[in-house]
T-cell receptor, first 113, second 113 residues
Framework: DAKTTQPNSMESNEEEPVHLPCNHSTISGTDYIHWYRQLPSQGPEYVIHGLTSNVNNRMASLAIAEDRKSSTLILHRATLRDAAVYYCILRDRSGGSNYKLTFGKGTLLTVNP | NAGVTQTPKFRILKIGQSMTLQCTQDMNHNYMYWYRQDPGMGLKLIYYSVGAGITDKGEVPNGYNVSRSTTEDFPLRLELAAPSQTSVYFC????????????FGDGTRLSIL
């Protein structure tokens, strides 16, 4: 499985933008870039995914580097409810057993009031 | 919307006891998964299923068994509980398109004493 590298932790202030980086230098052409987050004492929650182009949804934006070897999850205005562990995961779109998600340790985001 | 429902939420077992963790989903998803999460770590895949009657091993299957007799249900069985199986267990489901997200339950917190 292709690996991702994320900082162990990041800190932000409430109502400020947050940029969460992810390196995936061994990404293959068939890998989607997925982001999930896990709030305390809850199961992971899907945030966003992309393939080549930048993506936006109601929760966040995903900026993908032109060579696809890195990506950045952008929370435009952090709230206290955004404090969570954020996971960057590569998911092979060719299917089969690669439908599984391989979780690393993720980035623990702390949001200060 | 119920989504993915796991029962029980908490359980304490003695070494050598057995139990079944229940998981049911109401989204008509073909794919279902069982993960475990140890403290401070990411999730690890135990077993997964691509449809009723079809299951396969994930990264850490030893000590567990699964069955998939219906689309909705995917129970996980521990036959001889060991302290190393103390963990939080998450069930998830997804559609057949690898771009679609996995939906997670709230987890079962299991302690083996």
């Amino acid at each position: 499985d292709a690996k991702t590298t994320q900082p162990n932790s990041m800190e932000s202030n409430e109502e400020e933008p947050v940029h969460l980086p992810c390196n995936h230098s061994t990404i293959s052409g068939t890998d989607y870039i997925h982001w999930y987050r896990q709030l305390p004492s809850q199961g992971p929650e899907y945030v966003i995914h992309g393939l080549t182009s930048n993506v936006n949804n109601r929760m966040a934006s995903l900026a993908i580097a032109e060579d696809r070897k890195s990506s950045t999850l952008i929370l435009h205005r952090a709230t206290l409810r955004d404090a969570a562990v954020y996971y960057c995961i590569l998911r092979d779109r060719s299917g089969g057993s690669n439908y599984k998600l391989t979780f690393g340790k993720g980035t623990l985001l702390t949001v200060n009031p | 919307n119920a989504g993915v429902t796991q029962t029980p939420k908490f359980r304490i077992l003695k070494i050598g006891q057995s139990m079944t963790l229940q998981c049911t989903q109401d989204m008509n998803h073909n794919y279902m998964y069982w993960y475990r999460q140890d403290p401070g770590m990411g999730l690890k895949l135990i077993y997964y299923s691509v449809g009723a009657g079809i299951t396969d091993k994930g990264e850490v299957p030893n000590g567990y068994n699964v069955s998939r007799s219906t689309t909705e249900d995917f129970p996980l069985r521990l036959e001889l509980a060991a302290p190393s199986q103390t963990s939080v267990y998450f069930c998830a489901s997804s559609g057949t398109d690898p771009s679609q997200p996995q939906h997670f339950g709230d987890g079962t917190r299991l302690s083996i004493l």
